[in-house]
């Protein structure tokens, strides 16, 4: 039987494209089908890190921006809640994802920590798969996060004024455009490629910060 300190595996969750990272381990690429169900998906991922051995797992996932795209929505005056918050925010992401306004809450929408009017959509089925998936095999899930989030709590976007925000990834690009961020005239792009991302996407923030620029 395994035992010992529970290890940590950080997983990104992109449309057609997956990344295993385990503590000492080379990186693991994997290259589903974009069609290919969730379940299916996640099976390939504990294959990959041998998570049917019996020990303790801490798993990290970020999700790339065609599953969990930016959302940005209008804070009507006067409103305080954080639950009158959510509501506006899954609002924004029901009509950004095409569903009814009476569907809404089948969507999970976070809202970002640092920006006002910006929140992450999520299915939720999809939300309770990973949740239940990440159970499993004695495994823990610490966090769960759009990758664009690394963008935009990072402290370079946090130091200037940002009124665009573009975030390349492998299979989707997140764009976010005058989310209530200040700023007048002055545009961020945050691109990158495979290769940068695989590199730097585990080492959080301010590992990105090489990959910003000024534009007047």
Do not use: N
């Not at 990959?48 to 051995?53: T, V």
């Not at 920590?113 to 610490?142: E, F």
């Amino acid at each position: 039987m395994w035992s010992g300190w529970p290890e940590r595996v950080d997983v990104y969750l992109g449309a057609g494209t997956v990344l295993v990272k385990r503590r000492a381990r080379a990186l693991v690429s994997l290259r589903p089908p974009a069609t290919l169900p969730l379940g299916d998906v996640l099976a390939q991922v504990d294959e990959a890190c041998e998570r049917s051995q019996d020990k303790p797992w801490r798993l990290h996932v970020a999700l790339g921006a065609a599953m969990c795209p930016p959302v940005t929505f209008t804070l009507s005056q006067g409103v305080k809640r954080w639950s009158e918050t959510v509501a506006l925010a899954q609002a924004a992401a029901a009509q950004a994802w095409g569903l009814p306004a009476d569907q809404a809450d089948a969507l999970v929408c976070a809202l970002d920590a640092g920006r006002k009017g910006l929140a992450a959509a999520l299915m939720r089925g999809a939300h309770d798969l990973i949740g239940q998936w990440a159970g499993s095999h004695r495994g823990r899930l610490v966090s769960l996060a759009p990758v664009w989030a690394l963008a935009t709590q990072a402290p370079a976007c946090r130091a200037m004024p940002v009124r665009q925000l573009t975030v390349h990834e492998p299979g989707a690009i997140a764009a976010v455009q005058d989310a209530g961020l200040p700023g007048a005239g002055l545009e961020v792009r945050f691109s990158v490629e495979v290769l940068p991302l695989t590199q730097q996407w585990m080492q959080g923030p301010a590992a990105w910060a090489g990959h910003w620029e000024r534009l007047a």
